[in-house]
């Protein structure tokens, strides 16, 4: 999802399970889905448990477009 104006998102209907969550300023659209992608930022998300009927409240950093352009280049 995208964030508003004030950095806010609501995400709905994710099933209960365990997560791992990323937040980056921009990246090229797909890129969330690709493993080897992720790989490179598994230190700059932050791991969740999402249980049945949760509301959570989350602060995540998001990671500069100067980092995810870097790896986008190589």
């Known amino acids: 999802t995208t964030t508003d104006q004030n950095g806010n ?6 099933r209960p399970g ?3 969550i990323f937040a980056w300023e921009e990246i090229v659209p797909g ?3 690709d493993p ?3 790989g490179n930022f598994k230190d700059s998300g932050r791991e969740v448990q999402v249980a049945p009927r949760a ?4 602060q995540i950093n998001a990671v500069p477009t100067s980092q995810t352009q ?3 280049t190589e």
């Not at 998102?9 to 994710?14: E, P, T, V, Y």
């Not at 509301?55 to 989350?58: D, F, I, V």
Request: with cysteine; hydrophobic share 40%; charged share 20%.
């Open 18 to 20: 365990s997560y791992h």
């Open 31 to 33: 890129e969330e889905r």
């Open 9 to 14: 998102c609501a995400l709905q209907g994710i």
């Open 70 to 72: 870097a790896v986008e």
């Open 36 to 38: 080897s992608f992720l």
């Open 55 to 58: 509301t959570l409240n989350l």
